[in-house]
């Protein structure tokens, strides 16, 4: 499937195939976003919820757009793209896919909104593929670029889309800050048809001239208005300004609202409009809590829910804070783990995989966990300190409820913060149920499942891998990452992987 020039608006051509979490407040800044990036909590610990910014205004469309599919095999996909479809469980698109990949296919710009968890990866990602199907980069020359906000978001599309590029014969790589760049320079002079960054690590690249972006054919935005409210807009636009003028654009999120619309305006021409969820979608799988709780009773609550049966995510507001509690469950008996920006890549990396292989049943994070992070069969998100907007309310419950699953959200309150909660909810377009709730009663236990600690201290060791010749049968088996699935397969064809 040769690689043509695009003729921008027209699709008619052909189709190219802590002890006390209520203390001090201030925003984690993830990776390497700007400093100066804008805070959404006020001086003092109080938090100022403003007004929501409003849905993203329309851009003008000018050709209607193609008709959504029932089945990848009506896309005029490769081969071997639809084989290893089949091969990874994936057997018929999600709404978002169906209905905007006919039109990337066919090199029209594409805006898409999807909740967490509807299969967006796989919407731009096989689209980006099918398009460069081959074709074949030139050293330092990326075809494809898709940008994302943090470390696991790139990691994540990069691992979704392994077995579809791999099937296709065409080279990914992963730029992120806090690793080697070393290793990422000497990944582009080999050549990369499609290359997965974050943007502050990319400029540095192309400023050091270890990467050009005129050859880049297809540009993706994934998660673009978590970059924009990052400080990253002019970094984005910096970068776009050096990819091929002529080229398609494809921007794709949980919520789009009017920090995207300076770059809808700029970068899509005659765009295609789909949106399966609106900004403020809610999930019908999933439930959402808010407990109010004493502040003397907050951190007790907070630790029997960690306490429970069953992996939790468990957000906090600073990396001290994630840092405190952490070290209070592991003294209290729960096997937990900090993630935040402040951590290594290599940290992070080690505590993303004992969380998502069990090795610890409870993952303590600030936002940089809100976005890009997948886990099979994870049924409860705590937010121990409420999030400063809707966004980050949404997309912090949309670690759970995803793909079909269910799930819930629990809030914990305080008095003071009730107000502002409550509107965030508005903003948000939930409806939760609101429970008082002291810890040890049979409440807290219903909704959460908390129980109580068993109070002998334990230690996470980073497990020992497995010798490499006991490794070797599985990676040899059918070419997957890290060898069989984890986990099982779900049914309406998403595979582990899908967003």
Do not use: W
Not at 89 to 106: C, D, E, H, K, R
Not at 376 to 388: A, I, K
């Amino acid at each position: 499937m040769a690689r043509t020039p695009r003729s921008r608006g027209n699709h008619s051509g052909t189709r190219q195939a802590a002890p006390a979490p209520a203390g001090r407040v201030r925003n984690d800044r993830t990776d390497n976003s700007p400093k100066g990036a804008k805070s959404a909590r006020t001086r003092g610990g109080n938090r100022s919820t403003p007004p929501p910014p409003g849905d993203f205004a329309m851009p003008v469309t000018h050709t209607p757009s193609l008709p959504p599919v029932e089945s990848f095999a009506d896309l005029g996909l490769p081969a071997p793209l639809l084989r290893a479809l089949e091969a990874e469980g994936v057997t018929a698109p999600f709404p978002i896919q169906a209905a905007t990949l006919p039109n990337s296919l066919a090199g029209r710009d594409v805006l898409g909104r999807g909740r967490t968890g509807s299969g967006k990866t796989l919407a731009f990602g096989l689209a980006v593929l099918g398009r460069l199907a081959g074709t074949r980069a030139e050293p330092r020359r990326p075809s494809a670029l898709v940008l994302v906000p943090t470390r696991e978001l790139a990691q994540q599309v990069t691992d979704a889309l392994a077995p579809y590029a791999r099937a296709l014969g065409l080279r990914q790589a992963t730029v992120v800050g806090g690793v080697s760049i070393g290793r990422q320079t000497a990944a582009l002079r080999g050549g990369t048809d499609v290359l997965v960054a974050t943007p502050g690590r990319l400029k540095d690249l192309v400023t050091r001239g270890d990467c050009q972006l005129d050859d880049v054919s297809v540009t993706v935005l994934d998660e673009a208005d978590q970059m924009t409210d990052m400080g990253f807009l002019p970094q984005i636009t910096g970068l776009i300004d050096q990819t091929r003028p002529d080229g398609q654009r494809l921007l794709f999120s949980a919520t789009l609202d009017r920090n995207v619309d300076a770059l809808v305006r700029r970068y899509l021409t005659d765009p295609v409009v789909h949106s399966v969820d609106p900004s403020a979608g809610v999930v019908t799988s999933m439930e959402h809590h808010v407990l109010h709780v004493h502040d003397t009773d907050k951190n007790a609550t907070a630790t029997e829910i960690a306490a429970r049966d069953g992996r939790v995510i468990m957000f906090l507001d600073t990396k001290h804070g994630v840092d405190r509690f952490t070290k209070h469950l592991l003294k209290s008996g729960v096997r937990a783990s900090a993630l935040h920006g402040g951590k290594s890549q290599p940290q992070r990396t080690r505590t993303l995989a004992q969380f998502k292989e069990g090795h610890v049943s409870v993952l303590v994070a600030t936002n940089v966990a809100a976005r890009g992070i997948h886990v099979d069969d994870l049924d409860l998100v705590v937010n121990v300190d409420p999030p400063g907007d809707h966004k980050d309310y949404l997309h912090r419950g949309g670690r759970t409820a995803r793909a079909g699953e269910s799930g819930s959200v629990v809030t914990l309150v305080l008095p003071h913060q009730r107000r502002d909660v409550d509107r965030l909810m508005v903003h948000a377009g939930i409806k939760p149920r609101t429970t008082s709730v002291r810890s040890g009663e049979a409440e807290l236990t219903r909704i959460t499942g908390a129980r109580t600690p068993s109070g002998i201290p334990v230690v996470v060791t980073v497990p020992t891998p497995a010798p490499a010749t006991a490794a070797k049968p599985a990676a040899a088996g059918r070419g997957r990452r890290g060898g069989a699935r984890r986990g099982r397969r779900p049914a309406r064809g998403a595979a582990s992987t899908q967003r």
